[in-house]
């Protein structure tokens, strides 16, 4: 059952179980059980990209990957990333996020 999952110390962690750990009198940390995220299919990929409006070149760029990997993945040539994943995950739930964070500006 615990297959799915990677045991971490971390401080920020969404949708998981923490129990804070003592390690001393002024510090501690967060023991999480981390879910492994879903796959994401590259026609699931593009629809989410189109769905915010976005260019491959641009999409790539936030992710922090080259366009040609952007392009593999979207083909499903090649699988996407956990850590591009998790990314994807948090736009597709909330398509505003990069905008209200700042991240991404719309050119006028």
Request: net charge neutral.
């Amino acid at each position: 059952m615990t297959e799915n999952y990677e045991t971490l110390d971390i401080f920020d962690v969404m949708d998981v179980h923490v129990d804070e750990v003592k390690i001393d009198e002024r510090h501690s940390t967060r023991a999480c059980i981390v879910k492994k995220p879903p796959k994401i299919s590259g026609e699931e990929l593009k629809s989410i990209r189109e769905r915010l409006k976005l260019s491959q070149s641009t999409f790539a760029e936030i992710l922090g990957c080259q366009r040609s990997a952007l392009s593999h993945w979207e083909r499903g040539k090649r699988e996407v990333p956990e850590m591009a994943t998790r990314l994807i995950e948090i736009l597709r739930d909330d398509p505003d996020y990069l905008f209200k964070k700042g991240i991404v500006k719309e050119q006028k």
